[in-house]
């Protein structure tokens, strides 16, 4: 009922990693809903730490 009105799993990674990938499609497929991956990384988030 949670997701009843949900049509799409959008899977943000911040790493490539295939099993994580799978496992995200997987929820999507058991949940009946369109599966999309976009790969993130860490954007800004190293040059601000590194600065710091």
Do not use: C, N, W
């Amino acid at each position: 009922m949670y997701f009843g009105h949900y049509r799409k799993l959008i899977y943000l990674s911040q790493v490539e990693d295939e099993t994580l990938q799978r496992k995200a499609k997987a929820a999507a497929e058991k949940l009946g809903l369109a599966y999309e991956y976009r790969y993130t990384g860490y954007g800004d988030l190293t040059p601000a730490l590194l600065t710091l």
